[in-house]
């Protein structure tokens, strides 16, 4: 759809909330009609629009007419499958959305019922949508070949070699997109997020399980079969997660995960994991499940940043959102104590920024990348 000079002048104008065309010249050392003519077509394409009032640049003097980028010339769907709940949105291309909906996915077992509730998706997500929709992108919970859309293993529901978008794409007509759940998180983060002002970003997501999402250089990192970033098999005491093999549930996500911690809670007749957190200050056995798990989440993050060294490691997931404070209170002293300070000086820690839909913004941005490169 757009060439190479287009993407670069369309991100230029992106960047800035107005700006001139004689501005575009100077900054990618252009010609003025190459410019003109390439703003000419995003214009007739909807991706730019003249401002009403004139600009005035402050080093060329003169008002000059500003160019705007048009975030509403098109739309895209994205949904977030979980283990217990899948989200749907349609959101412009900066991520803003104009619907959502939820479903419960609590007894799904088969490929056709996983089918049955997407076609529902999406087929209500578009229900009187009468705006430009380009594509789908889906989050999943599991490992996935994007290249092909296949999602190899969901531990959810038990499910695998699941092609959704071959199935997806015969239904409604729309390029269908397939990624990782976390890595699509770590990527919303990156464009609108905590990472916006990082290029090299560690996501991790501590929730019913332990997952995490990669970026380098501003790119989603997948690995040579699009299965980098499962931290939650990482070994962190090979004497004790030996046992652990042959694996129903990672060694790391056994240690401290909303799964793990309920069980363990359960014992100690704690039902609620927000309870348990709450009663690590009056119960040494609470705090001591508690502080263990985040020992060992503390040396897998240890190890991580010796092997990335990434600019932000940032915390996200039903527990890492909400318990982010008493986490980093008791994971930063254990950080400090194996990596070497002048490794660690350069890392930063923060509790992830988009609290709501961050998968489904995620598959917006993945699919807006994929098919507009920008």
């Known amino acids: 759809m757009l060439n190479n000079t287009e993407r670069r002048i369309l991100n230029i104008i992106r960047e800035n909330k107005s700006i001139s065309r004689i501005e575009i010249v100077e900054r990618l050392k252009l010609s003025k009609p190459v410019v003109s003519v390439h703003i000419k077509k995003l214009i007739e394409l909807g991706f730019v629009r003249e401002n009403k009032e004139n600009h005035t640049s402050k080093k060329f003097g003169r008002r000059r007419i500003g160019l705007s980028f048009v975030p509403d010339c098109m739309y895209v769907i994205g949904i ?15 991520g803003n959305i104009v619907r959502s909906l939820k479903y419960s996915t609590r007894g799904i077992t088969t490929q056709k019922e996983l089918e049955g509730l ?21 989050g999943v919970p599991g490992t996935v070949e ?42 919303a983060e990156s464009r609108i997020g905590t990472g916006r002002d990082y290029k090299n970003i560690f996501l991790v997501s501590i929730g019913t399980g332990i997952g995490s999402g990669i970026i380098i250089e501003k790119k989603i990192y997948r690995g040579s079969r699009g299965t980098a970033g499962e931290i939650g098999n990482i070994i962190t005491d090979w004497s004790i997660d030996k046992k652990f093999f042959p694996l129903s ?20 007749g704690i039902q609620d994991i ?26 897998a993050l240890s190890d991580i940043i010796y092997l990335l060294n990434p600019e932000v490691v940032i915390v ?44 489904a913004i995620g598959a917006l941005f993945f699919v807006q990348k994929s098919i507009l490169k920008i």
Not at 335 to 351: A, D, S, Y
């Open 316 to 359: 996200k997931g039903g527990i890492g959102y909400n318990q982010y404070d008493r986490i980093m209170a008791y994971m930063l002293p254990v950080i400090k104590k194996i990596v070497f300070p002048e490794i660690l000086e350069g890392v930063r820690f923060e509790r992830g920024k988009i609290k709501e839909f961050g998968v």
């Open 274 to 299: 927000k309870k348990g957190f709450e009663l690590m200050e009056e119960r040494k056995d609470v705090a001591s499940i508690i502080k263990k798990g985040i020992e060992h989440i503390g040396v």
């Open 118 to 138: 997407l076609t529902k998706t999406v087929a209500k997500l578009k229900e009187k949508f009468l705006k430009n929709i380009i594509g789908i992108g889906i």
């Open 80 to 94: 977030d499958i979980g283990g217990t709940k899948l989200e749907g949105i349609i959101g412009d291309l900066d």
């Open 249 to 268: 549930f990672g060694p790391l996500e056994e240690w401290f995960s909303g799964a793990s911690l309920e069980k363990k809670f359960s014992v100690l």
């Open 146 to 187: 994007p290249d092909l859309g296949v999602v190899k293993y969901m531990p959810a529901f038990g499910l695998r070699n699941v092609n959704l978008k071959v199935f997806l794409e015969d239904k409604f007509g729309l390029p269908v997109y397939i990624e990782n759940d976390v890595t699509l998180d770590a990527y």
